[in-house]
């Protein structure tokens, strides 16, 4: 155990994954983007291949090209690419590229010749991405039959094979906005032009987590499940899936102090003791990507961490390294066990308390923890279905550590 630390609970990804695959009775695609949302992007690849996901997603051709050197060789999508990004790597090694563009499909027209791909080869893997209404990446309605037609004919000259169609929801934490139901007509007229065209893709896609759970209509050949992999809940009460969070950010405490009434803590002496207490110092802080909007300012409602089997509130700014809680009069020992969230099973907030009072989402609480804080890799949670795969996970080897 190190002095401060995330420590990711292997086997709760693979059973979220599993649970996911049962639930939806689909191919799945684990996201894997943005290092496993701060999980450790090639322990969350494994435990989730473990588990049975037939893809895997990430964003940027350089989590793809990790993923491959780091073992990985099942089916592999990435959808974010500048126009200078080399795609000749990505392409020899066997990932299904993104493009939305006829410029798109050029760019990679040009890499699968230097990857050796096309006339001279196999052809690429290329997945085509229709904008149904997110206006984010994606071919608008008006882009899409020329994008289908250039698609098609790099098809036929042995370029590529058009290996999926698929789109992304904006909406679908909220399953009776409108929109969704937008979205799904407008993926199922792209399919339409798609197929008419002759295109024949092996996988539609159109769900996340959240539409995975809650729009079985949206979940065509596969579903892209990133937040609920790591036991988050996209969507909390509109659904009975249980979903066991991966995620422990926990510390040693570094000092226990008594302080007087009248006593201002932190920079800016945002918060003054109103009677004598006790406060306990907790090693991390803004550089491990703790937000200062987890502070409270002066009055309640910041993030609470768990100390001695208590909640204790945090009090003043959160500093770039550390931050002081509140003891109200108790001496735990120094080098006590600080838990910042984690599954909540042994009291502790959750990383979807964190992100209410940091008014933002638990995706962002979790991708953001890291700075010098290091990871550590644990089988936790009971495996219900598969006894083979209980081996121990641990290695705190420096290449896992947090980038
Ligand atoms: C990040 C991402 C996902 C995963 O979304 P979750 O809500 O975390 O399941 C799926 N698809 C795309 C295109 C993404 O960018």
Known sequence: MSRAEIVVDLAAIRRNVR?????TGVAM???VKADGYGHGMLASARAAREAGSEWLGVATIDEA?????GGDS????????VPADDLAPVLAADVDVTAYT???????????VRAGRGATGRPARVQLKVDTGLSRGGATAAQWPEVVARARAGERDGTWRITGIWSHFSTSEIPEDPANAEQEAAFEEALAVAAAAGLQPEVRHLANSAAALLRPSSRYDLVRCGLASYGLDPAPGRHDLALVPAMTVRAD??????????ASVSYGHTWTATAPTTLGLVPIGYAEGISRHAAAGGG????????GKRRRPIRGAICMDQFVVDLDGDTPPEGDEVLLWGPGTRGEPTAEDWARVCDTISY???????????RRYVDGVADQHAHDDRHDDRHDAPGERKR
């Open 74 to 81: 099942g089916r592999l999508l990435c959808w974010l690419t």
């Open 65 to 69: 090209l990790a993923l491959r050197a």
């Open 253 to 262: 405490l570094a000092l226990v102090k008594q302080i007087d009434a009248g």
């Open 364 to 374: 962002e609480i979790v991708t953001r923890v890291g700075g010098r804080l290091t």
């Open 29 to 31: 695609m684990t996201v």
């Open 102 to 112: 006829v410029e798109g499909l050029e760019r990679v027209a040009a890499a699968a």
């Open 300 to 307: 309640d409602g910041g993030a609470e961490v768990l100390v």
């Open 19 to 23: 649970a996911l695959r049962e639930r």
